[in-house]
């Protein structure tokens, strides 16, 4: 599906929004496959903060009522026993959503997360999100140009930044706030020309 949130690309007034106060969510989901029509979310992880600091975090394991593939349990660590006493996701959509509403959206290669979450709001019978959003694969690549890699993980390595548990979403989440503030304030361009040695 093509979701509906406005993806913000004046990565200029980004800047601005953070200074007088604006209030963002920088969300990661885990899923069962990389197609939302036919994928399910299995965790959804959120931080919600502002320029004085992390206001919330929200994170929750969700059962997917279908079986986790064994690459998915590869990559991310979560099983199919771990979810199994889990709540769906349409147990744990309203307190989410509540959690996100009026906040901008930040996700790494948002599309992805959006399009998913939508997904499963549409298969529970809630309304889809219309957050505005920032994507900090959009917004890394104007920040560092040449940086050869813009991943998450690369970035996060580069700038040591304290991935917690890779592909699980709450600590990705964590990782893409503090990205997210790399991006804002970037780093001289003579530290830029050492991503590409990274």
């Known amino acids: 599906m093509q979701h509906p949130n406005k993806i913000l690309k004046n990565f200029k007034r980004l800047h601005l929004l953070y200074e007088e106060g604006a209030v963002f969510t920088a969300f990661d989901t885990e899923t069962t496959s990389l197609t939302p029509t036919t994928g399910r979310i ?35 660590h979560i099983t ?11 147990f744990f959509l309203p307190d989410f959503l509540n959690f996100i509403s ?29 957050n505005k959003t920032i994507d900090t694969l959009q917004f890394s690549r104007f920040a560092y140009p040449k940086a050869p890699k813009h991943k998450l993980d690369y970035l996060a390595d580069y700038f040591k930044i304290n991935k917690g548990s890779s592909h699980r979403a709450l600590d990705d989440a964590l990782t893409c706030r503090e990205l997210f503030i790399k991006c804002l304030y970037p780093v001289s361009s003579s530290c830029e020309e050492l991503l590409q040695g990274l």
């Open 42 to 76: 299995i965790e959804i992880g959120a931080v919600k903060f502002s320029k004085n600091g992390i206001i919330d975090k929200w994170g929750q394991l969700i059962n997917p009522q279908t079986d986790i593939p064994p690459f998915i349990t590869s990559l991310t």
């Open 80 to 90: 199919n026993q771990m979810v199994s006493s889990c709540n769906p996701i349409s």
């Open 102 to 130: 009026d906040t901008i959206l930040i996700a790494h290669n948002a599309q992805f997360d959006l399009n998913f979450l939508n997904a499963e709001c549409e298969k529970a019978g809630f309304s889809v999100t219309s």
